[in-house]
Antibody, heavy 112, light 108 residues
């Protein structure tokens, strides 16, 4: 059974940093592009970043370029999102997605 | 503003057929596959349709997708109360993924 389990969310002050993790199981992780998608409270879905199977290609939505970094460790079946210089508008549930399977999400709240 | 355009709401009565539209451009829907997701209240999105019109195993055949040019549609036939949810279309656009703003489906 495919499982994606996010962790690392929480409350952080504006300008702070967080690192999200996603533990994957039930499939050959190294064979898939992986994504982070977020959903602000009461809002729609917004794609954040993609990473190729071997990590050689990474793409970001304009609003997070230069602040967020997507990475993966295929040996650990894990996906990461390093988030720096966080802003109030980054407050959202962050989902790890394959994207035919999604995790349950982890909430990131940016507030003083 | 979302890159893909969906109506914010739709509704129908049990047993009816409803359709949700998704409008894009040549760089996304016009040249790439369309995906549809269902998000029940308080849960993560679930893939309903991939590659324009394919259903993952376990998705009832009441759900169907179609695409024509730069637009796509999701049709739900035999509407049921448990179909009340938010529905999102998505497509690749160059190296990015773009979503519609979502359609809230109400079963009256």
């Amino acid at each position: 059974e495919v499982q994606l389990v996010e962790s690392g969310g929480g409350l952080v002050q504006p300008g702070g940093s967080l690192r999200l993790s996603c533990a994957a199981s039930g499939f050959t992780f190294s064979s898939y592009w992986m994504s982070w998608v977020r959903q602000a409270p009461g809002k729609g879905l917004e794609w954040v970043a993609n990473i190729k199977q071997d990590g050689s290609e990474k793409y970001y939505v304009d609003s997070v370029k230069g602040r967020f970094t997507i990475s993966r460790d295929n040996a650990k079946n894990s996906l990461y999102l390093q988030m720096n210089s966080l802003r109030a508008e980054d407050t959202a549930v962050y989902y790890c997605a394959r994207p035919d399977y999604w995790g349950q999400g982890t909430l990131v709240t940016v507030s003083s | 503003q979302s890159v893909l355009t969906q109506p914010p709401s739709a509704s129908g009565t049990p047993g009816q057929r409803v359709t949700i539209s998704c409008s894009g451009s040549s760089s996304n829907i016009g040249s790439n596959y369309v995906y549809w997701y269902q998000q029940l209240p308080g849960t993560a999105p679930k893939l309903l349709i991939y590659s324009n019109n394919q259903r993952p195993s376990g998705v009832p055949d009441r759900f169907s997708g179609s695409k024509s040019g730069t637009s796509a549609s999701l049709a739900i036939s035999g509407l049921r109360s448990e179909d009340e949810a938010d529905y999102y279309c998505a497509a690749w656009d160059d190296s990015h993924v773009v979503f519609g703003g979502g359609t809230k489906l109400t079963v009256l």
